[in-house]
């Protein structure tokens, strides 16, 4: 089973470029989330989505948007990337809001 | 708000010895607790979770947390440390009620295993 799956899982961008991380996951999820982790800080949620056509903003939604463009499918976009968005980057499932999630490998991204 | 406090950013013990990491949870609902483990770059997988039943959980890789609610504890614990253990651990906390922030992850702690 492949899980959660996402892509690329390295980036370099420029300050100002615009990119999207995709994320598709088999499960049969309701739930979907994008996360950054920065070190010494844990994982931070960026926005969340309870199921197709819903998303909700989480504690870091700033220079980001996002897409839940079908149950499987939860994009992230960065329009106009920002050195301060370097981070490693998350997307995760669940069954439903009080399940544990499962996890991408995380796509490794720089902006210079 | 809910909130997860993990004392100790780095913990190193000697292989065969005790592992003990620490998390203490805030929450204003009865909660639902999570330990998730991070290998070098690699995503987060699951390692236990209590959800009202036990207190004592057992998880995988013989890991096991027992949730004190005098203490809003979710300690994390193995008897003898193996030299795979080495990782990154992340406590986390969910509460039950519906909420658009579900799980919110601790600082995390950075596991040394010594030969």
């Known amino acids: 089973n492949a899980g959660v799956t996402q892509t690329p899982k390295f980036q370099v961008l420029k300050t100002g470029q615009s990119m999207t991380l995709q994320c598709a996951q088999d499960m049969n999820h309701n739930s979907m989330y994008w996360y950054r982790q920065d070190p010494g800080m844990g994982l931070r949620l960026i926005y969340y989505s309870a199921s197709e056509g819903t998303t909700d903003k989480g504690e870091v939604p700033n220079g980001y948007n996002v897409s839940r463009l079908n149950k499987r499918e939860f994009s992230l976009r960065l329009e106009s990337a920002a050195p301060s968005q370097t981070s490693v980057y998350f997307c995760a499932s669940s069954a439903d809001r009080v399940t544990e999630a499962f996890f991408g490998q995380g796509t490794r991204l720089t902006v210079v | 708000a809910q909130s997860v406090t993990q004392l100790g950013s780095h913990v190193s013990v000697s292989e065969g010895a005790l592992v003990l990491l620490r998390c203490n949870y805030s929450?204003?609902?009865?909660?639902?607790l999570f330990w998730y483990v991070q290998y070098p770059n690699q995503g987060l997988q699951l390692l236990l979770k209590?959800?009202?039943?036990?207190?004592l959980v057992k998880g995988i890789n013989g890991f096991e947390a027992e949730f004190k609610k005098s203490e809003t504890s979710f300690h994390l614990t193995k008897p003898s440390a193996h030299m795979s253990d080495a990782a990154e651990y992340f406590c986390?906390?969910?509460?039950?009620?519906?909420?658009?922030?579900?799980?919110?992850f601790g600082s995390g702690t950075q596991l040394t295993v010594l030969p």
């Open positions: 929450s204003s609902v009865p909660p639902y």
């Open positions: 986390a906390v969910s509460d039950r009620a519906g909420s658009a922030r579900q799980l919110t």
């Open positions: 209590y959800t009202s039943a036990a207190t």
